[in-house]
């Protein structure tokens, strides 16, 4: 009885086995232009991503700036290639999580929390090159048909469990739909999985380092672990995917996508070192907004692993910044300390930067220290216009 | 992506769990005194959100383009038909651009939770808000900025329709057949929809009927006049007498 009932799931819902071989990057598939939606389930999924790509166009969490949008999508078509780049549209949102999704029908939405984390152009391109990968591959459409039939199996096995009239039956289908709505998760898994994979094939093909992706994962699993730290909860670093879990763990993705790398033998055209400045010339202009976003997460610990990363051995004035107004905001009487070092770098070393001022002068005042009141009046003379000046001069009386 | 994957899982959960809820509440209102003169008005009709497919075996919505089109056309020429009678002129509003664009996108996202909230804390009593309990109330407003949107149009209302149609796939029939044998309740198809009334010089909004299960096919020409006069059941104006007192109807 058990047997059958096992093959019968296993068919219905596709169960994935783990591959205990080493992954090989796909070939790329033949791609068409400009490709049309066949059929009933796609031209219904493609008609749902069309209606809420239509309430994204004119969404005011997007970030419109022609510059910044210009170059994400220079560095899709750098990846996939002039002729795949054309079947996408581009939107970056204002959103401070590490994100990035892609639905059915060539919409890319990129987060603002994703670009701030990434260092250089190859990291962008590797991200970018696994959201379209889910198109190319029709992952929505297919996952969507997945969904479904899971649901029906669930449904079923619901419906027998009710109806039946031995304790075994029972049991048995209600184990039945437990697996149904596990695989529904195992299969978007198994998903990500082969979007990693042909993300690295594009990488193979393009002038990036493909050793990027996987330090990016790197990277999230120390930031996880900083804000897990500061939250005072467990580390999930080395947890192994849960019955829930949409994606493969971090750790998962890092170790696949490093072996991958390793077996490619490719360096970049170029050296990574050359990538990381012409990523930070296209973002300098909304790095000051990402970081403040980043701030307003409540996230000490990560923000404070973050900002370290960014900066590397280099201290940048707006990372300083960022710094003083993270220990400001967290308000310790040790933190204050440390904020006005952070304030007084940053000064140091750009002297125009008005709201550093703002930050040392009133995390010297709440520190008692009446030389706040002097950097204070020389943020309202720098920004005679500024919105909380009036609330600010009562302070400086 | 986790919502996604949710949604499939909730259906098959509440499969077992949820009986068909009573829709023991008000289904529409109107506001106090308001009254639309018959023959008068330029109503500016919104782009409609009409969602139509199927429900597969597990509940989960199969969104279907064609079906949806066809409901398009349809509800679209029923309801300027029905309007004609009543003797409003309605002009669909046409697509902006630029500014204009994301201050409709803002409105329209407005309007959707503006009814939504009617929905929950006025519509179901037990849910009631403290300041929407007096008897006859309905003091709803999305603030006269509104008029933006119909700059230069020289409309007095602004009428925003939205539809969602998910008919029972076989499968689902035939479980839902199955399930009755061992008493499950199990809901087959669902017909939902709502359309508000706006003045556009106040910003209020004048009338709601929100319907959560409606008839008529609206794939059909036929059961999309149908639907279109449930729609509009209680528009101010339809009945031919006056409406001196306010209204709240109860389905």
Not at chain 1, 27 to 46: F, H, I, K, M, N
Not at chain 1, 115 to 144: P, Q, S, T
Not at chain 1, 186 to 215: H, N, T, V, W
Request: glycine residues 8%.
């Amino acid at each position: 009885m058990r047997r059958p009932v096992a093959a019968m799931l296993a068919a219905l819902v596709g169960t994935a086995v783990p591959a205990f071989a080493r992954d090989v990057p796909p070939s790329l598939p033949p791609y068409t232009t400009a490709y049309q939606p066949q059929g009933v389930d796609e031209r219904g999924v493609w008609m749902e991503a069309d209606e809420m790509e239509r309430g994204l166009r004119d969404s005011k969490t997007l970030i419109a700036d022609p510059k910044l949008n210009g170059y994400v999508r220079d560095v899709v078509c750098r990846t996939v290639g002039a002729s795949r780049c054309g079947g996408v549209r581009i939107y970056v949102v204002r959103d401070a999580e590490f994100n990035a999704f892609m639905t059915p029908n060539g919409t890319m939405v990129v987060s603002s929390g994703l670009l701030l984390r990434i260092r250089d152009e190859a990291e962008l391109a590797a991200v970018l090159g696994h959201e379209f990968a889910h198109f190319e591959l029709r992952h929505g459409l297919n996952g969507f048909r997945q969904r479904r039939s899971a649901s029906d199996v669930a449904a079923w096995a619901g419906v027998i469990a009710a109806n039946a009239t031995t304790y075994r039956t029972a049991q048995t289908m209600q184990s039945i739909q437990v697996s149904a709505i596990g695989s529904m998760f195992a299969f978007s898994r198994e998903q990500e999985r082969q979007a990693d994979l042909l993300s690295m094939a594009y990488i193979k093909a393009s002038p990036y380092d493909p050793g990027c992706f996987a330090d990016i994962w790197d990277r999230m699993l120390n930031e996880g672990d900083a804000t897990a730290h500061g939250r005072r909860q467990r580390s999930k670093r080395y947890d192994r995917a849960s019955f829930f879990a949409t994606h493969p763990t971090n750790i998962e993705r890092a170790t696949y996508l490093r072996d991958l790398a390793v077996d490619m033998h490719k360096p970049g055209e170029a050296p990574r070192e050359d990538d990381a400045p012409r990523y930070d010339i296209a973002m300098a202009a909304w790095r000051a907004q990402f970081l403040g976003d980043q701030l307003k997460l409540n996230d000490f610990e990560g923000t404070d692993y973050l900002l370290g990363e960014l900066a590397k051995t280099r201290w940048t004035p707006d990372l300083l910044f960022a710094r003083g107004e993270l220990y400001r905001s967290r308000g310790n009487p040790r933190d204050l300390v440390s904020a006005v070092g952070f304030y007084r770098e940053a000064i140091a070393q750009d002297p125009t930067n008005a709201e550093a001022y703002r930050g040392m002068g009133l995390a010297q005042l709440r520190s008692r220290d009446p030389a706040g009141g002097d950097a204070l009046k020389r943020y309202l003379v720098m920004r005679p216009d500024a919105p909380d000046g009036a609330m600010l001069s009562t302070l400086v009386q | 992506m986790f919502r996604t994957l949710l949604r499939p899982v909730l259906a098959v959960v509440l499969l077992v769990v949820a009986a068909q809820p009573a829709w023991a509440q008000e289904k529409s209102g109107t506001k106090e005194g308001f009254v639309l003169k018959q023959g008068t008005a330029k109503i500016l009709l919104m782009r409609p959100t009409i969602k139509v497919g199927a429900q597969s075996t597990g509940g989960m919505f199969e969104p279907n383009a064609d079906w949806t089109q066809q409901a398009k056309d349809n509800l679209g020429a029923a309801l300027s038909v029905a309007q004609t009678k009543l003797g409003n002129a309605v002009i669909a509003a046409d697509e902006p651009v630029g500014q204009a664009a994301e201050t409709m996108a803002d409105y329209r996202a407005l309007f959707s939770v503006l009814a939504d909230s009617v929905i929950q804390y006025q519509f179901f009593p037990g849910n009631r808000l403290p300041t929407k309990k007096r008897k006859g109330v309905f003091d709803w407003t999305m603030g006269p900025g509104v008029g933006e949107i119909a700059k230069g149009t020289g409309a007095d209302y602004a009428l925003f329709i939205f539809d969602e149609d998910q008919y029972g796939s076989t499968g689902r029939k035939v479980l839902q057949v199955f399930a009755a044998l061992a008493r499950v309740p199990v809901k087959s198809g669902q017909h939902s929809g709502y359309a508000g009334l706006v003045d556009l010089r106040t910003g209020d909004l004048v009338w709601l009927n929100a319907d959560q299960a409606m008839g008529g096919d609206v794939r059909t020409p036929e059961g999309a006049q149908k639907r279109v006069a449930q729609l509009l059941e209680d528009f101010p104006g339809s009945t031919a007498l006056a409406k001196s007192a306010p209204k709240l109807a109860s389905k």
